[in-house]
């Protein structure tokens, strides 16, 4: 305990400060990731990361043409939401990241060369960057996995809207799907949590948001959390 800090009466602002902690979400597109991403970090007082779609030039082109645009699409990706994470880091706040950047390489980079949209060539030249970037990121504390039906997926996908996402191929979502499953039973960079998103309602049910919080603030015993 701190010099000339009393053991009762209020609290003192040393107290609530706590540890820097990440958490991130990972999920198939349209899992719901961003929407939990946001109510988590209002409720544990974490900074949110959002995915940098709209600041990937090549995106509407990719969904149309996956070959020709490949490489840059998730090279772009793979950089932004590397710099992303190193800036949230060096200001020291706890951060909640939808979408890790090891998902960008081991999940649809990966998935992309598997489906012939890579070739050999893109997919030594992305391994080569992505494996030198990568290395240096530190995993996050937490790695909560948001698992969510093709399906069910495919309506959310259709709910929000975006023109460029109404041609993704269901195969395409599968695939992701099937990845997904085995990158996060693999996983041993950190601690990780199993949330099967359609057993849960995270907008509309508090009672499904404080269960998952509680067991996100287990995972984390050595951190005084900030909840607001």
């Given at each position: 305990?701190?010099?000339?800090c009393p053991t009762s009466g209020p609290e003192r602002p040393w107290?609530?400060?706590?540890?820097p902690s990440v958490v991130a979400i990972a999920g198939n597109i349209g899992s719901g990731k961003t929407t939990l991403?946001?109510?988590?970090?209002?409720?544990?007082?974490?900074?949110?990361?959002?995915?940098?779609?709209?600041?990937?030039?090549?995106l509407a082109d990719f969904y149309g043409d996956m070959g020709r645009w490949a490489l840059p699409t998730?090279?772009?990706?793979?950089?932004?939401?590397?710099?992303?994470?190193?800036?949230?880091?060096?200001?020291?706040?706890s951060i909640l990241c939808d979408r890790t950047c090891w998902e960008d390489a081991d999940i649809f980079a990966a998935n992309l060369h598997a489906r012939g949209a890579l070739d050999a060539r893109d997919w030594a030249t992305y391994r080569m960057v992505g494996e030198r970037l990568l290395a240096a990121l530190p995993p996050p504390d937490l790695l909560v996995y948001l698992r969510r039906g093709v399906a069910s997926c495919r309506a959310q996908i259709a709910r929000?809207?975006?023109?460029?996402?109404?041609?993704?191929?269901?195969?395409?979502?599968?695939?992701?799907?099937?990845?997904?499953?085995?990158?996060?039973?693999?996983?041993?960079?950190?601690?990780?949590?199993?949330?099967?998103?359609?057993?849960?309602?995270?907008?509309?049910?508090?009672?499904?948001?404080?269960?998952?919080?509680?067991?996100?603030?287990?995972?984390?015993?050595?951190?005084?959390?900030?909840?607001?």
């Open positions: 305990m701190p010099p000339n107290y609530r400060r706590a540890m991403a946001t109510r988590l970090a209002e409720r544990l007082g974490f900074t949110p990361l959002f995915e940098p779609n709209d600041e990937n030039p090549y998730q090279l772009r990706f793979l950089v932004s939401r590397i710099a992303q994470t190193e800036e949230a880091l060096a200001s020291g706040a929000r809207g975006r023109d460029y996402e109404s041609e993704i191929p269901s195969d395409y979502l599968l695939d992701l799907e099937r990845r997904y499953d085995g990158w996060f039973d693999a996983w041993q960079r950190s601690r990780k949590l199993l949330v099967h998103a359609e057993d849960h309602d995270f907008l509309a049910d508090r009672g499904d948001l404080e269960a998952l919080v509680k067991r996100i603030a287990e995972e984390l015993p050595q951190r005084q959390l900030p909840f607001r």
